[in-house]
C-alpha cells in the first residue's frame, strides 16, 4: 500500500461567507475509533453551499473543508475499529445523529470531503462492496439516502403509487428511480 503523504490538496472555507481556497492541508490522522480515507469521489450538495455562506441556524466550523457525499478507501483505521479493514471501501456521509445538539456533520461541523484524505467516524461510514463503483456511490451518499428514506417511512408497498414533489429535481429524480425499481 503506497505511503500516506503528510500534506493534502483541499477545498477551504476560512471564513463565512468565502472564498473556497483550493490549498495545502495536513493530512491528520484516525482517532481510536475513526478512519483515513483516501476520497476518489465526492458529490456535491446544496448544503455545502449553505456552509459557505453560513445562513443555517448551525454554526459552521472555521476553517472548514466542506463535502459530506465522499467515497473512497480506507489507508488507516484506529485500534477500536475492528469491522472495517485497510484497503475496504467506504462512504462519508453527514452523520447518523443529525439531530444531536453536538452533531458531528462532515462537511459543516467537521472537515468533509473536499480534500484527499477524510477522517470518518467508523460507526457513521457505509461499508461499499468492493464491486460498486465509487464514482457511482457518491452522489447518492446525501440524496439518494435523503429520498430512500422518505419512501421507506412512507409506508408505500411495491405496486402502490407514491406522490413525488419535485419530481424534476435532483432527489425528485432519485426518489422516481427508487420507487421504479420497488414495483414488482
Same mark, same amino acid.
Request: aromatic share 4%; proline share 7%.
Given at each position: 500500500?503506497?505511503?500516506i503523504?503528510?500534506?493534502?490538496? /483541499?477545498?477551504? &472555507? ?5 472564498p473556497? +481556497?483550493y490549498?495545502? &492541508?495536513?493530512v491528520? !490522522?484516525? !482517532?481510536?475509533? +475513526? ?5 476518489k469521489y465526492s ?6 453551499l ?5 445562513d443555517?441556524?448551525?454554526?459552521? @466550523? ?5 463535502g459530506?457525499?465522499?467515497a ?13 479493514e *485497510?484497503?475496504?471501501?467506504?462512504? &462519508? @456521509?453527514?452523520?447518523d445523529?443529525?439531530?444531536?445538539s ?8 467537521v ?7 477524510a *477522517?470518518? @467516524?467508523? /460507526?457513521h461510514?457505509a461499508? *461499499? ?5 465509487l464514482?457511482? &456511490? ?7 439516502i435523503t429520498v430512500y @428514506?422518505?419512501?421507506?417511512?412512507s409506508?408505500?408497498?411495491?405496486g402502490?403509487?407514491?406522490? *413525488?414533489?419535485?419530481a ?6 432519485? /426518489?422516481?428511480?427508487?420507487a ?5
Amino acid at each position: 500500500m503506497a505511503e500516506i503523504p503528510t500534506e493534502q490538496w /483541499a477545498q477551504v &472555507i476560512e471564513k463565512t461567507g468565502g472564498p473556497v +481556497e483550493y490549498k495545502k &492541508i495536513p493530512v491528520q !490522522k484516525p !482517532k481510536s475509533d +475513526e478512519l483515513l480515507v483516501n476520497v476518489k469521489y465526492s458529490g456535491v450538495c446544496h448544503t455545502d453551499l449553505h456552509a459557505v455562506n453560513g445562513d443555517w441556524p448551525l454554526p459552521t @466550523k472555521l476553517p472548514l473543508v466542506g463535502g459530506h457525499e465522499g467515497a473512497g478507501v480506507v489507508v488507516a483505521k484506529g485500534e477500536l475499529v475492528h469491522d472495517v479493514e *485497510i484497503g475496504d471501501h467506504v462512504g &462519508i @456521509k453527514q452523520s447518523d445523529e443529525p439531530l444531536c445538539s453536538k452533531a458531528l456533520m462532515s462537511g459543516y461541523t467537521v472537515d468533509g470531503t473536499f480534500q484527499q484524505y477524510a *477522517i470518518a @467516524k467508523a /460507526a457513521h461510514a457505509a461499508r *461499499i462492496p468492493k464491486d460498486v463503483p465509487l464514482d457511482a &456511490i457518491a452522489p447518492v451518499l446525501c440524496a439518494g439516502i435523503t429520498v430512500y @428514506k422518505g419512501l421507506k417511512e412512507s409506508g408505500a408497498k411495491p405496486g402502490q403509487t407514491v406522490a *413525488i414533489v419535485g419530481a424534476g429535481g435532483g432527489l425528485g429524480s432519485l /426518489a422516481q428511480q427508487y420507487a421504479k425499481a420497488s414495483e414488482p
